[in-house]
């Protein structure tokens, strides 16, 4: 009886931990704000090329996230200008640019 006993209570504490695990998982989505948990970031050579591409489209600016498998391209490149703003650049499978949209970020006092 102990056993059996010893062996519920350790598959209860096996399932919370499990439970605890995909609570923190989903609480970091939220906190970082990625509403999609299937989002990577591009990798290797593809990121090299990805960010190359962006660069030249925008002509200036810094690379600070980018996205494979973005739900308007193949890749997502966000880059951010001297001024402070960012551009999205989307790029198709062969690195060419698909559109730009760039972020405006609002002022103190403004809203949407």
Known sequence: MKGKTLLIIGGIAIAIAALAGTGIAVAGNV???DDDA???P???TDLDQASAAALEHTGEGTVTETEVG???STYEVEVT???G???DVQLDASFNVV???TDEEEGPGEED
């Open 31 to 33: 906190a970082t704000g």
């Open 38 to 40: 299937t989002e990577a």
């Open 42 to 44: 591009i990798t290797g």
């Open 70 to 72: 973005d739900e308007e």
């Open 81 to 83: 200008l001297g001024d």
């Open 85 to 87: 703003s960012q551009v």
């Open 99 to 101: 559109s730009s949209e």
